[in-house]
């Protein structure tokens, strides 16, 4: 079993990659291994209508063991499932598919086809899995492969792989608040190693890109008013590596008649509300992107699902702003982009 964790384990490490980018969809990866016990790939889901983490996994390994790189050219999801159920029926016969998510069922209904059916058609050797699916449109996929004959290693059903199990379901947690309670809200800040956050750009280009990346994911941008006065923002998603969709944007401030002067109210396709009180925060639907200071943070600290903390390894002598705060977390996950590091962090209670 611990084998089992350890190709988990680097599933989850690529998944969180990939997190927010896949909203509405879960963050999910997949591994295969050949005969002999050899990655032959890992890949994750990029994008919500894109190839889920299975089919491009089984698309790599394809092309890996038989030596058919004709399907690495395709890119839509029916294509490659098309081209494996025409070309690959042997070939995974002695392979392992591990996924940090249960396969969507047949019964699943959207813009890809089920995974379930693929795989059940293929007939690997051994699909392991950290964390089962909930949603009621997808659920299921590991109980048609049992049935098809296909061994399947549950993480939650084996006691080894509790923890890596508790891992596969705080990688979910965006996605399933959005199914469970309609919105999700996530607080991002970033700062320097004297957790300094004025005097000009703190973070990376690559986490700056990243930032624009889930901004085009976000249903609302929720920023204070004094964020707008001090930084004049335009709040667009001009560095995103994602098709441009710039959100709607909130902006919570106790000044009535709020200047409408800042760039971000010039941009084009959207909605910019001006909130008063916590009750309208309450009533945004949607993932929620929230980005501000201490105050902003203290008025949504009862609120925020997730707090995503960007850690530059700098320090700046003459700065004088930090966030002067009190609260508590878990890590979640942590990982470095470019040069900062990325701190995945729920409220502790």
Same mark, same amino acid.
């Given at each position: ?17 990939? #997190? ?8 999910v ?7 002999n016990?050899?990655?032959v790939?890992?890949?994750? !889901? ?6 889920h ?5 089984l698309?790599k ?5 038989s030596?058919?790189?004709? +399907? ?5 999801? =029916?294509? +490659? !499932? ?11 016969k ?23 059916t693929?795989?059940k ?6 699909? +392991?899995?950290?964390?089962?699916d909930?949603?009621k449109?997808?659920?299921g996929g ?7 004959? +296909?061994?399947v ?13 508790? #891992?596969? %379901? ?8 959005? =199914?469970?309670?309609?919105k999700?809200?996530?607080? $991002?800040?970033?700062s ?12 990376? !280009?690559q986490?700056?890109?990243? @930032?624009?990346?889930?901004?085009? $994911?976000?249903d609302?941008?929720l ?8 930084? %004049? ?14 959100? %709607? ?15 971000l109210f010039?941009i ?9 009180s916590?009750? =309208? ?7 929620i ?11 949504? =600290?009862n609120?925020m ?17 930090? @966030? ?8 979640? !996950? ?11 962090l729920?409220?502790k209670d």
């Amino acid at each position: 079993m611990l084998a089992h964790a350890f190709y988990l384990d680097l599933c989850l490490q690529c998944a969180w990659k990939e #997190q927010l980018k896949t909203l509405p969809n879960p963050a999910v990866a997949a591994l295969v291994l050949d005969e002999n016990g050899a990655i032959v790939s890992l890949e994750s !889901h990029k994008e919500c209508g894109k190839p889920h983490a299975e089919v491009l996994a089984l698309q790599k390994a394809y092309a890996a063991l038989s030596g058919d790189n004709a +399907i690495l050219s395709l890119k839509e999801s =029916q294509a +490659i !499932h098309s081209y494996l159920l025409k070309n690959a029926i042997p070939i995974f016969k002695d392979t392992m598919l591990y996924v940090t998510l249960e396969p969507c069922s047949s019964n699943k209904k959207g813009k890809t086809p089920s995974c379930a059916t693929l795989l059940k058609t293929l007939k690997p050797k051994c699909v +392991i899995i950290a964390t089962q699916d909930c949603d009621k449109s997808a659920k299921g996929g590991a109980q048609e492969l049992i049935e098809a004959g +296909i061994c399947v290693i549950k993480a939650w059903e084996v006691e080894a792989l509790q923890a890596i199990h508790k #891992q596969a %379901n705080a990688l979910l947690l965006p996605f399933r608040l959005l =199914q469970t309670q309609g919105k999700f809200m996530l607080f $991002k800040y970033a700062s320097r190693l004297d957790g300094s956050i004025d005097g000009g750009q703190i973070s990376t !280009h690559q986490a700056q890109s990243l @930032m624009h990346d889930y901004r085009t $994911k976000a249903d609302v941008l929720l920023i204070s008013g004094e964020s707008v006065r001090v930084d %004049n923002p335009r709040l667009d998603t001009r560095f995103a590596t994602l098709e441009q969709r710039n959100p %709607n944007v909130a902006i919570l401030t106790r000044q009535k008649d709020f200047p409408k002067s800042a760039p971000l109210f010039e941009i084009p396709n959207r909605k910019v509300e001006i909130l008063h009180s916590l009750e =309208q925060v309450k009533a945004l639907r949607g993932f929620i992107f929230c980005e501000g200071g201490s105050g902003l943070f203290k008025a949504l =600290q009862n609120s925020m699902d997730l707090t995503l903390v960007i850690l530059s390894p700098n320090f700046k002598r003459d700065s004088n702003l930090t @966030m002067s705060l009190n609260a508590n977390f878990n890590l979640l !996950h942590s990982e470095q982009i470019a040069d900062d590091i990325f701190l995945w962090l729920i409220p502790k209670d």
